[in-house]
């Protein structure tokens, strides 16, 4: 079945460092790929998402290309901040064009100062 | 506008007893879908509500249970209690776009 693989957590930066968050992804036909994050104590909240092949998704910084040939979809940012620490959630919508996802595990990102 | 509203946020309940859980979704919002989540498993997929009606289901027992009603609120049931249902229970409403609005969760633990 369709399935999300995400890098194990947790991930540990200094502030301003690069983040990279890899997922990929098992999938028949053309899902919808997503990014949620997941602060302490907190529901989650849709950080980006792309609907097709090539899509770039970005949002507060972050960034994502969807990359049928690799099939991944890894979440980016130039430069953290302290707040950025919360758990990251790599998503797809199964099947494709449904609104059931299926979540990675989650990566844990913690950022100092 | 208000978000997603789940309640209670935390209970705990001992094996063998049942509980309800409530989620009112985003003003305007006919979708509803239901997660569970622990350390263990992660965030996994319940149920889907769209004008009252169930289109989706993942792979629970039939322990559990939902319904949603016309104005859109949700709730769902798990029946006899069991240490491994100890979970976070998010709800989420959807949007225009097909994206997911989570509530903070309903926190429950099974002792």
């Known amino acids: 079945g369709n399935s999300v693989t995400q890098m194990e957590g947790p991930v540990t930066l200094s502030e301003e460092a690069f983040l990279t968050i890899n997922c990929t992804y098992t999938?028949?036909?053309?899902?919808?790929l997503f990014w949620y994050v997941q602060y302490p104590g907190e529901g989650l909240q849709l950080l980006l998402k792309?609907?097709?092949?090539?899509d770039k998704g970005s949002n507060k910084g972050f960034e994502a290309t969807y990359r049928k040939e690799t099939t991944s979809f890894h979440l980016e940012k130039g430069s953290v901040q302290v707040s950025d620490s919360a758990v990251y959630f790599c998503?797809?919508?199964?099947?494709?064009?449904?609104?059931?996802?299926?979540f990675g595990t989650g990566t844990r990102l913690k950022v100092l100062a | 506008k208000a978000g997603v509203t789940q309640t209670p946020r935390y209970l705990i309940k001992t094996r063998g007893q049942q509980v309800t859980l409530s989620c009112s979704p985003i003003?305007?919002?006919?979708?509803v879908s239901w997660y569970q989540q622990t350390p263990g498993q992660g965030l996994q997929f319940l149920f889907e509500?769209?004008?009252?009606?169930?289109?989706n289901k993942g792979n629970f027992p039939g322990r559990f249970s939902g319904r949603q009603f016309s104005n859109s609120r949700s709730e769902m049931n798990v029946s006899t209690l069991e240490l491994g249902d100890s979970a976070l229970y998010l709800c989420?409403?959807?949007?225009?776009?097909?994206?997911?609005?989570f509530g903070e969760g309903s926190r429950l633990t099974v002792l």
């Open positions: 509500y769209f004008s009252e009606t169930q289109r």
């Open positions: 003003s305007g919002h006919r979708s």
């Open positions: 989420a409403s959807r949007g225009g776009a097909g994206e997911l609005f």
């Open positions: 792309a609907t097709k092949a090539d």
């Open positions: 998503a797809l919508s199964d099947p494709p064009g449904t609104y059931k996802y299926i």
């Open positions: 999938a028949t036909g053309y899902p919808s």
